[in-house]
């Protein structure tokens, strides 16, 4: 687990480069193209949600392969070290604390300087819903929102699938690269709408089952972040067992229920998409007033969850490698 910890602070340092060769984008290309194949708007919905499945198997055979194939060109070098490098390098690819640290801080700062205009077109890059006409509450909540449900799919499952690659050892980066393929496939075609509705149900019910232990271990790990960094951590256990099933996905309840309550802060409500509006289930009490200061306070949460993480996974490693556990 050290090669985990290493892509962190690679992270830390470098950030998530932008470019088009970065290996998630080409990722997201190669599901563009395979759609561009596979979806037939006349296809009956049996047949829309074989060719999404196929889509899905194609796409993570495909990223199988590749990683696997670099990792196993390193490896005819024999040096361990060299090894360990590019695993570290790799796996820095599939997690992005920093940019989303990067992104919070920036809508904070907008914020604090009462540019709503600014915040509002750059809270539009992080969030699917209507931005034009949000407060600055309704932007802090969307901030947060979207930190705490992130800091599962883009830092804590990638690195829970690595660990489970590296403690069966089956390679952990492969399976971190899995998981974020299937995690951009939920992205581009995971959605209830007229076309993604059957073609992209396997990706979406894929998403789900993976994301299942690590939202659970990111909901528990805010609560003990939460009392580490001093915040209502007694809230935040209450919240995330009362709150976390409201979420309409099985996972995103419990990072945001958790936050919600250790911040004393309430999440979800109206949001509108392409002018309508929709309802989700309110998680948390509204003690607070949201505002821009819950924004670092939530980066503050999953910087510390997912440091605790990485310290409770080397330990086990530990331990399983010398056969305590």
């Not at 088009?20 to 006349?42: F, S, T």
């Not at 360990?84 to 599939?94: D, I, N, P, R, Y």
């Not at 920036?106 to 819903?129: C, N, P, S, T």
């Not at 299937?182 to 007229?194: A, C, E, Q």
């Given at each position: 687990?050290?090669?985990?910890?290493?892509?962190?602070l690679?992270?830390?340092?470098?950030?998530?480069?932008?470019?088009?060769?970065?290996?998630?984008?080409?990722?997201?290309?190669?599901?563009?193209?395979?759609?561009?194949?596979?979806?037939?708007?006349?296809?009956?919905?049996?047949?829309?949600?074989?060719?999404?499945?196929?889509?899905?198997?194609?796409?993570?055979?495909?990223?199988?392969?590749?990683?696997?194939?670099?990792?196993?060109?390193?490896?005819?070098?024999?040096?361990?070290?060299?090894?360990?490098?590019?695993?570290?390098?790799?796996?820095?690819f599939?997690?992005?604390?920093?940019?989303?640290?990067?992104?919070?801080?920036?809508?904070?700062?907008?914020?604090?300087?009462?540019?709503?205009?600014q915040?509002?077109?750059?809270?539009?890059?992080?969030?699917?819903?209507?931005?034009?006409?949000?407060?600055?509450?309704?932007?802090?909540?969307?901030?947060?929102?979207?930190?705490?449900?992130?800091?599962?799919?883009?830092?804590?499952?990638?690195?829970?699938?690595?660990?489970?690659?590296?403690?069966?050892?089956?390679?952990?980066?492969?399976?971190?690269?899995?998981?974020?393929?299937?995690?951009?496939?939920?992205?581009?075609?995971?959605?209830?709408?007229?076309?993604?509705?059957?073609?992209?149900?396997?990706?979406?019910?894929?998403?789900?089952?993976?994301?299942?232990?690590?939202?659970?271990?990111?909901?528990?790990?805010?609560?003990?972040?939460?009392?580490?960094?001093?915040?209502?951590?007694?809230?935040?256990?209450?919240?995330l067992?009362?709150?976390?099933?409201?979420?309409?996905?099985?996972?995103?309840?419990?990072?945001?229920?958790s936050?919600?309550?250790?911040?004393?802060?309430?999440?979800g409500?109206?949001?509108?998409?392409?002018?309508?509006?929709?309802?989700?289930?309110?998680?948390?009490?509204?003690?607070?007033?949201?505002?821009?200061?819950?924004?670092?306070?939530?980066?503050?949460?999953?910087?510390?969850?997912?440091?605790?993480?990485?310290?409770?996974?080397?330990?086990?490693?530990?331990?399983?490698?010398?056969?305590?556990?």
């Amino acid at each position: 687990m050290i090669t985990a910890i290493a892509a962190f602070l690679i992270d830390a340092v470098v950030g998530d480069p932008r470019s088009n060769l970065h290996p998630v984008v080409l990722i997201g290309r190669l599901i563009a193209g395979l759609e561009r194949m596979l979806y037939l708007k006349e296809d009956s919905n049996n047949r829309q949600i074989i060719a999404g499945g196929l889509l899905v198997i194609v796409v993570l055979v495909f990223t199988f392969l590749a990683v696997n194939g670099i990792m196993n060109i390193i490896g005819l070098a024999g040096n361990g070290y060299l090894t360990m490098a590019v695993e570290a390098f790799l796996l820095s690819f599939t997690i992005s604390p920093k940019s989303l640290a990067a992104a919070g801080k920036e809508l904070h700062d907008y914020l604090a300087v009462d540019d709503l205009d600014q915040a509002r077109f750059k809270v539009g890059w992080i969030v699917g819903r209507d931005t034009d006409k949000l407060d600055a509450g309704e932007i802090s909540r969307a901030t947060v929102e979207t930190i705490a449900e992130n800091t599962v799919d883009g830092v804590i499952a990638p690195l829970f699938f690595f660990a489970v690659g590296s403690f069966l050892s089956i390679g952990g980066v492969e399976l971190a690269f899995l998981y974020r393929a299937v995690n951009t496939l939920d992205s581009m075609i995971g959605y209830k709408n007229d076309r993604y509705l059957y073609f992209g149900r396997v990706a979406a019910r894929s998403d789900d089952v993976l994301g299942y232990i690590p939202a659970r271990i990111t909901g528990i790990l805010f609560v003990v972040s939460a009392l580490i960094l001093g915040f209502d951590w007694k809230q935040a256990w209450k919240i995330l067992r009362r709150d976390a099933a409201k979420h309409p996905s099985p996972n995103g309840g419990w990072a945001e229920a958790s936050v919600a309550g250790a911040l004393h802060i309430r999440l979800g409500g109206y949001n509108s998409y392409f002018g309508k509006m929709h309802f989700r289930a309110y998680m948390g009490d509204p003690i607070e007033e949201l505002a821009n200061t819950h924004i670092m306070q939530t980066i503050r949460l999953m910087y510390t969850d997912t440091i605790l993480f990485l310290i409770i996974s080397h330990i086990a490693f530990v331990l399983w490698s010398i056969g305590v556990c």
